[in-house]
């Protein structure tokens, strides 16, 4: 795998978003093991891959590698960022940042009225990220992540079919260096 060194990369850089496909899972699961202590299964990610009426699932690859991904489930007018994670090695380079705004978008256009997801009360750094996008606490599930007994910090983001939150994604987008290619997934 041909990644640069850290001193080497910049944050101007070229990612394109595509749709995950199965050719991807290999390389999914080699980030989702390394940054979850449960990761999901293959055979879990297959099954959110078929439902491609209530998900969307998108891949971010830097320099032909795939650096992360996330993915959303709609419900009703609800959209919930199932999963996202980013290669250590493309931590602090927007990857994330990228990812969560094509979910966004793409709830947006799928009709959702308000964001929704769970994050580990311990990661400061993902909870910011999610404020960034609107998101605000409010609530707790007691014991969520049950490999670690952490509580998870659920949040919401509501009004997200508003202009004001449009402008809000048209500021983060404007905000980050580079280029971001987005491939939207196919008819749902």
Known sequence: ?????????SLDLDVQL????????RSVMRIEVQVYPRPWSLSLFMSELALR???????????GVV???????MTVDDGHITTIAVDPA?????????LLL????????RGATSLTLEVRVGNKAAQELYRQFG?????I??????????????????DVDSDEYAERLDRIDASIPGRTIVEEPRAW
């Open 102 to 109: 094509a979910l966004a978008r793409q709830a947006i256009a």
């Open 18 to 25: 595509v749709p995950m496909r199965r050719r991807h899972l």
């Open 53 to 63: 009426s209530t998900r969307v699932y998108y891949v971010a690859r830097v320099e």
């Open 135 to 139: 998101f605000r606490p409010c609530g």
């Open 1 to 9: 795998m041909a990644v640069r060194d850290e001193k080497d990369r």
């Open 141 to 158: 599930r007691k014991n969520y992540y049950v490999e670690t007994n952490e509580d998870a910090l659920v949040m919401w983001a509501d």
């Open 90 to 98: 493309w931590h602090r380079h927007k990857v994330a940042t990228r």
């Open 67 to 73: 650096a992360g991904y996330a993915g959303l489930m």
